[in-house]
């Protein structure tokens, strides 16, 4: 089992930033991926980012692509989201997500374990 934990949410102008973070607890070792999606109200979640847990490669969706920037930190089992040139419509409750193997990894379904999620309101 993996455990994730999410932190960093809040409120923020239009234009500003947040920094989100994800820490990973249990069996981190057989993590492959580690990916954040958000779920606006009313509307489905949806993907933002995604990291290898060792190679460190990227991918972002279209909306978000330039302006978020995902990492990972090994020695601590965290994985962050720089978020920067925030907009009212990247509000939502953002989740962290992981999984054990190769495969797809922008839908839900694509992923194994989940945290709580945390809330990010821009306000214009």
């Known amino acids: 089992q993996v455990q994730l934990v999410e932190s960093g949410g809040g409120l923020v102008q239009a234009g500003g930033s947040l920094r989100l973070s994800c820490a990973a607890s249990?069996?981190?070792?057989?993590?492959?991926?580690v990916g954040w999606f958000r779920q606006a109200p009313g509307k489905e979640r949806e993907f933002v980012a995604t990291?290898?847990?060792?190679?460190?490669?990227?991918y972002y969706a279209d909306s978000v692509k330039g302006r978020f920037t995902i990492s990972r930190d090994n020695a601590k089992n965290t994985v962050a989201l720089q978020m920067n040139g925030l907009k009212p419509e990247d509000t939502a409750i953002y989740y962290c997500a992981a999984k054990h193997n190769i495969g797809f990894f922008t839908t839900p379904n694509d992923f194994d374990y989940w945290g709580q999620g945390t809330q990010v309101t821009v306000s214009s």
């Open positions: 990291i290898t847990w060792s190679g460190g490669n990227t």
């Open positions: 249990g069996r981190t070792l057989s993590i492959y991926r």
